[in-house]
């Protein structure tokens, strides 16, 4: 006899079921209370709760089905939750054992409002990702590669805040016609491939044309500055583009960048990079520019900044995490050698040479109100 799976919170909710299950199995698991237990979690993004013995009544649902049961334990495995706990459900008038599919208890008691609808949007757009791969991969291997699922996820959501459509074709994304859309490579890395149709601006179809895409996360890029004593920070690392191109120079000068973590705003990412790179606090933010960097074959999309703070004395050193193999060294220079660089080309990278641009034209402001 299969044991039922209980879920509870986030997993509990009818999107995240349909994301795992398809509409049919959504629809047919029964609602379940949890007696003499309350949730808790760790206060970090996306924080999925864990349970623990105590006063309350916790909300869920009790799958029964086993290869619903199946899939949601595949889903939880990528996602970190564990289902280790029995538990007595009251389910359908009914009191039944079940195994909990539990994430790690902490040091928050959970709240609804610890969860918010981007949050759940997220990590519904995760679980699809999951549910593709899963009749060709091992959970275990895609464990490895949840922060960039996560990311990715994030980055959809985000996505759907359209920016104006002034000038460009308000024509939106449903007038493109999907005949056929497979993944072509998925690993640290994804790949879509896509056979589609779109309408040309002469009221016409095009025709059918094949075309790849890197799907990447968003990143949040940017520029330390010291107004007072108007220099600025630049990173150098190694980069596989320049070097798979065949550059024979693929050491970049850039500004501070990362990836944006699922939960995180743009500007905690910049704020957490200039401090995990560079060592650097910053004081505020300018926003700069959000814009995808190769839209012809890219889903991603730079969020640029320049990031106000003081700047040391020092003119180099190394830094960058360990755990991700980052090599970094770090250059304080000041504003007339930075445009040399830009003026030489040695400032050869997009975000590099439109924060410098965008340096010049405000310097005069930020040096004003120091």
Known sequence: ?????????????????????GAVGANAVPE??????????????????????????VKGRAVGDADAIARLLYIGEVLGLEPVQQVRL???????????????????????????????????????EIVEDMAHRPAADLVATRSMILSRAAARVAARDAVPAALRSAAGADHVEA????????????TRGYHLRHPRFDGTASPVLHREVFVATDAALVLPYDPLRDRLLLIEQFRM??????????????PVAGRIDAGETPEETALRECREEARLDLRGLEKISTHYCTPGYST????????????????????????????????????????ALLHSGEA???????????????????????
Do not use: K
């Open 348 to 370: 050869n990278n997009g975000p590099l040479v439109l924060s410098l641009i965008w340096l010049e034209r405000e310097r005069a402001r930020l040096r004003a109100s120091a």
């Open 90 to 128: 009251s389910c359908e008038a009914q009191d039944i054992s079940a195994c909990a599919l539990t994430g790690r208890p902490g040091t928050l008691a959970w709240q609804a409002d610890c969860w918010s609808r981007s949050s759940q949007l997220t990590l519904c757009e995760a679980v699809r």
């Open 179 to 190: 005949l056929q859309v497979e993944t072509l490579h998925a690993g640290f890395f994804r």
């Open 32 to 57: 379940a209370l949890l007696r003499d237990h309350n949730l808790s979690a760790e206060p970090v993004s996306l924080p999925l709760p864990g349970l623990a013995s105590g006063r309350g009544v």
């Open 1 to 21: 006899m299969t044991v039922p799976l209980f879920l509870y919170g986030p997993m509990a909710e009818h999107d995240f079921l349909e994301a795992a299950l």
């Open 300 to 339: 991603e999309v730079f969020h640029l900044f320049l990031g106000l703070c003081d700047l040391p004395d020092v003119a180099q050193w190394q830094g960058g995490l360990e755990t991700e193999n980052e090599d970094i060294r770090s250059h304080v220079i000041d504003f007339a050698q930075a445009m």
């Open 241 to 254: 583009g320049p070097y798979g191109r065949g550059d024979p120079r693929p050491w970049m000068l850039e």
